[in-house]
């Protein structure tokens, strides 16, 4: 079992920059594949990004490419989504999800643990 704390949003203007922080525990934080989504109000929840476990690579949606960056710090327990040069429509509410074992995996049915979020409002 693992719990997960996210925490680092806030309202920022456009063109602006986040940094959102994910402390887990329990589990096996170094094998297990860590991620991000979204959910904006009326909308369905949204991948992100997500880094794998064990050493595994990242991968990002297509509108957090290049503007995001998702790392992880096993020591810690922790991971992080850099959000730079946001935009309006990334307003939503951010959520980091685990999962055991390191599979690359974007579709948020996919992974038992999560945090409660934390809301991200950029303004124009």
């Known amino acids: 079992q693992m719990e997960l704390v996210d925490s680092g949003g806030g309202l920022v203007q456009a063109g602006g920059s986040l940094r959102l922080s994910c402390a887990a525990s329990?589990?096996?934080?170094?094998?297990?594949?860590l991620a991000w989504f979204r959910q904006a109000p009326g909308k369905e929840r949204e991948f992100v990004a997500i880094i794998g476990g064990s050493g595994g690579g990242a991968r990002y949606s297509f509108f957090a490419e290049g503007r995001f960056t998702i790392s992880r710090d096993n020591a810690k327990s922790a991971v992080y989504l850099q959000m730079s040069n946001l935009k309006p429509e990334d307003t939503a509410v951010y959520y980091c999800a685990a999962r055991n074992g390191g599979f690359i995996l974007t579709d948020w049915r996919d992974y038992p643990y999560w945090g409660r979020g934390t809301q991200v409002t950029v303004s124009s």
């Open positions: 329990g589990g096996t934080f170094y094998s297990s594949a």
